[in-house]
């Protein structure tokens, strides 16, 4: 990428600093980049890093959490999260809604209470990942790289464990849950490039929202509304959208692209289009009838008009 590429590129940073970036290190890392970084309980400052961050959730991170706490998504929202807006953009979602000390509710002093199913955010540190994103052309990829981030109080630094970013991210878990939440990034990416220029609607608002936090209510919609009524799809599909939460997860970000940027990422039956087509057409036919209806009765107030006047002269030649 030339220098004039990137001056001409959007720099979206996903679980970056990009507010703070004296704690980025000036330095362009690739997958198989050496850094140095080992995190546990005997570092004077574990869990320093739990408290006074925002930690935003993907729709993945919501999945793991809730279950592993064991209670539905609605209750985890209540009790846990907090609504924000996706940085740079007007799509809500949620962050980790901290304790009055300004620490994860998850976090204690000898750790997390729900390490293996933590939040991406808290997994991606210290490398961060950037991307490139020229335009919301659909299926454009955007280039990607990665940088480390070192803050000031973090002694994981100093420990002499040395890994490629690679295996950083294979170790932490983060490659698995980039694939999983990788459509939902893209929308997010997506919506970004459009800039402040366009701005969704309320209810794709709410259908963003609640496709992205609230698995049981989006899986309500699809089998207990008109949603069957218009997409065409297969019997497998659903069978499998009905029991397995990953594909659901998933599906809910081709219907998200579909709806709000109208790819064609599901198929709508073709009853469906036909009965839109005789709908709009109805509607235009109406709309006509309507115009044509106004053009005649400002026809007859005219000529009703213009016959008061000439009865009003008529009278005054006559007096």
């Not at 220098?3 to 720099?11: E, F, I």
């Not at 993945?60 to 924000?84: A, H, M, N, W």
Request: glycine share 4%; net charge neutral; with cysteine.
């Amino acid at each position: 990428m030339t220098a004039s590429d990137a001056s001409n590129a959007k720099q979206e940073l996903l679980f970056g600093k990009e507010k703070n970036p004296s704690h980025i290190l000036p330095e362009k890392l690739t997958l198989d980049s050496k850094i140095k970084f080992r995190c546990h309980p005997g570092v004077s400052c574990f869990t320093s890093c739990c408290g006074h961050i925002n930690i935003t959730l993907t729709p993945y991170d919501i999945l793991c959490l809730k279950k592993r706490i064991g209670i539905d998504s609605d209750e985890f929202l209540l009790r846990y999260t907090q609504p924000v807006y996706l940085e740079k953009t007007d799509m809500p979602g949620v962050q980790i809604h901290l304790t009055a000390e300004g620490k994860c509710p998850f976090v204690t002093e000898e750790g997390c209470l729900v390490y293996t199913d933590r939040p991406s955010a808290c997994r991606y540190y210290p490398v961060g990942m950037a991307n490139f994103h020229e335009g919301a052309q659909e299926n454009q990829t955007a280039e990607k790289f990665f940088f480390k981030v070192k803050e000031d109080y973090c002694k994981g630094h100093d420990e002499d464990k040395v890994w490629t970013v690679r295996e950083w991210r294979a170790d932490q878990g983060v490659d698995v849950r980039d694939e999983i939440n990788r459509g939902w990034m893209e929308l997010v990416m997506r919506r970004k490039s459009f800039g402040q220029q366009a701005t969704l609607s309320e209810p794709a608002k709410k259908m963003f929202f609640m496709a992205s936090t609230n698995l049981e209510k989006f899986r309500d919609f699809i089998f207990h509304s008109s949603f069957l009524e218009t997409y065409d799809i297969d019997k497998e599909t659903l069978a499998e959208l009905q029991e397995d939460d990953i594909a659901l997860l998933k599906f809910s970000y081709r219907y998200l692209a579909s709806s709000l940027f109208g790819t064609q990422d599901l198929k709508i039956k073709e009853e469906r289009i036909k009965s839109k087509v005789q709908e709009m057409k109805a509607k235009q036919q109406e709309a006509a009838q309507r115009a044509e209806q106004t053009y005649e009765d400002l026809k007859r107030d005219r000529d009703q008009l213009r016959q008061t006047i000439d009865e009003r002269k008529a009278d005054r030649k006559q007096g």
